[in-house]
């Protein structure tokens, strides 16, 4: 039968304590009260003014990444309203439609589904726990999976940069995720397994590459840690403005 995972806080981590098997609905990240409005612009990384059928609401930015070819004039955008009533913005910009796509640009989402995901045993099949922000070496890594056969760190990645059907990633230089991948790959040196997982926060495309014109460094690290054995795979997602789901795995092209 289908039995939840129990869940434990303590503090600044989670631990995910595997318990049988999980509902399908364990995988989904959903959001509350969200509805839609019109990009106007961006003043800074942090906020974005949207046209909504209430008025112009000045709004949190959910990604600190540049994403200009997503937030430009006159886009359809997706608003979650917020649960603390004391913040300065009322919503969040969580989404936005680019042509007939629909790209969730939540910073925050794809650690959030992956560990929902990897939870219901669907990125290791014998997974017993899940710790996150995993301290390895000099960083913090997203997850550590323990399994049967032991640790696996994995480090996750969120893509919203697309073209033509193919993503790419990072859409801005990321020295964090080089020492991140560096990480990664002294571990398999260690004897652990580690992977670097892209969640491509849309449906529906062929293909995820390093941007090697934005960082060439993050390509070369992340060719080099595959060369050594580090994992590297990509699963895009079926997005709704209220929800996202990982969803079919997809070709890395390194």
């Known amino acids: 039968s289908w039995q939840p995972a129990r869940l434990d806080v303590c503090y600044s981590f989670i631990r995910y304590h595997i318990a049988g098997e999980i509902p399908e609905e364990r995988g989904v990240m959903r959001y509350r009260n969200v509805i839609g409005g019109s ?108 399994t049967a056969h032991g640790s696996h760190l994995v480090e996750v990645k969120g893509v919203t940069l697309e073209e033509d059907g193919a993503a790419r990633f990072p859409d801005a230089p990321t020295e964090r995720g080089v020492r991140h991948i560096r990480e990664l790959q002294k571990a398999v040196r260690s004897g652990l397994d580690a992977t670097l997982f892209f969640v491509v926060q849309m449906k529906d495309v062929r293909s995820v590459a390093p941007n090697d014109d934005t960082h060439p460094a993050f390509g070369e690290a992340l060719r080099e840690a595959a060369a050594a054995g580090v994992h590297v795979c990509a699963w895009d997602c079926d997005v709704t403005p209220e929800s996202l789901a990982i969803r079919r795995e997809v070709p890395v092209i390194l």
């Not at 209430?54 to 979650?80: Q, S």
Request: glycine share 6%; charged share 25%.
């Open 39 to 146: 990009f106007l612009d961006r003043p800074n990384r942090f906020i974005a003014h949207v046209e909504t059928a209430a008025g112009i609401e000045t709004v949190h930015v959910k990604n600190t990444g540049r994403c200009r070819e997503l937030l430009v004039p006159g886009a359809t955008v997706y608003l979650a309203k917020g649960d603390n009533p004391a913040r300065k913005t009322a919503y969040d910009l969580i989404a936005v439609e680019k042509g007939s796509r629909l790209i969730n640009m939540d910073a925050q989402a794809p650690n959030r589904v992956f560990a929902e995901w990897a939870a219901a045993g669907r990125f290791l099949p014998d997974t017993r726990s899940l710790w996150p922000e995993y301290r390895w070496g000099d960083s913090r890594l997203d997850f550590c999976v323990e």
